[in-house]
């Protein structure tokens, strides 16, 4: 039963990054990973790719050949999969021993209305029995702006619903959250998605945004009724954060339930309540101690 991820998000979120650094973290904790490059416009490839897309498909044949542009041609590319996904079942078959990640194009559209990565993903785990989750990754500088940052949660809340997996959504970059601009309240705020009526009211105090006050409030009102939508705040050089984005990932997929590796009743319990690893809290003092003492060491000698 193989276990994976699905990334996705908008383009410059940071997902070719975030596949690449989270098959490193994974290996880590000694799985065998698998990347899955499913990006035709993508010809420059950060990580070790099992699979990928170009071998069978790419946008700059479909422009050519077919006179799109950039996004029809995405569009193109992903529906030539779907109709041919016997090649990618075919060439997953071998890895079924793996853990895999998917590497989506950054185009919206493909997840919030078009079907075609939908029933991509729903044939890999109706027909395959592939346990997969939706990684979105979205740039968290969006929190900066009150208008941007809805329009986040609406992009968000329509892709849960037309992707239909277990999704977990990803503030990306958030070492960078206040470069762009003072956040104007907690970075809680933003990943639990609180009270969006102070959001409302920063957005009446803009001139651009006041004539649009009953349209502002019933997006929020959409957001607020779902109640779906909330975010990890994830820095790809930061382990911890790292850390937390793992466990809520194999939560949502089923992994952390699974036999692959080895685990306890605490580690089950500790991963389903979203509590840290007590054996983990020990390994990174370990770590920090060791490292302390090392450097004392080479100053001694």
């Keep these: 039963m193989p276990f994976g991820q699905v990334v996705i998000g908008p ?24 990347v899955i490059n499913l990006d035709p416009a993508n010809d420059v490839l950060p990580y070790r790719c099992e699979v990928d897309i170009s071998d069978l498909i790419t946008v700059d044949d479909v422009m050519t050949h077919l006179k799109l542009g950039p996004n029809g041609g995405l569009m193109y590319c992903m529906e030539y999969l779907e109709k041919n996904l016997d090649w990618l079942r075919d060439r ?33 785990q109706n027909i395959d029995d592939f346990r997969l989750a939706a990684v979105h990754l979205v740039d968290s500088h969006y929190c900066s702006d009150p208008g941007k940052f809805i329009s986040v949660l609406l992009t968000s809340l329509a892709t849960m619903l037309q992707i239909e997996l277990p999704h977990v959504n990803i503030l990306s970059k958030a070492d960078l959250i206040e470069k762009h601009g003072k956040l104007s309240f907690s970075v809680d705020f933003y990943t639990e998605v609180l009270d969006l009526s102070y959001l409302l009211d920063q957005l009446q105090d803009d001139p651009i945004f006041a004539k649009y006050k009953r ?14 939508v909330s975010f990890t705040p994830l820095s790809i050089q930061d382990k911890e954060t790292m850390l937390r984005v793992k466990k809520a990932v194999d939560k949502a997929n089923g992994y952390v339930f699974g036999e692959e590796e080895e685990r ?23 770590e920090k101690y060791t490292d302390t003492e090392a450097a004392m060491d080479a100053e001694d000698t």
């Design 11 to 34: 383009p410059g979120s940071g997902k070719t990054t975030y596949c690449a650094g989270m098959a490193q973290f994974l290996e880590g904790f000694g799985r065998k990973v698998a």
């Design 92 to 124: 997953l078959a071998k890895l079924r021993d793996r853990y895999l990640i998917f590497d989506f194009p950054g185009q919206v559209e493909l997840y919030t209305h078009h079907g075609a990565v939908r029933n991509i993903v729903q044939k890999l």
């Design 264 to 286: 306890t009743l605490e580690s089950l319990m500790s991963c389903a309540v979203g509590a840290e690893f007590e054996y983990e809290k020990i390994k990174a003092v370990r």
């Design 215 to 228: 349209l502002n409030a019933a997006l929020v009102g959409i957001v607020e009724d779902y109640s779906l």
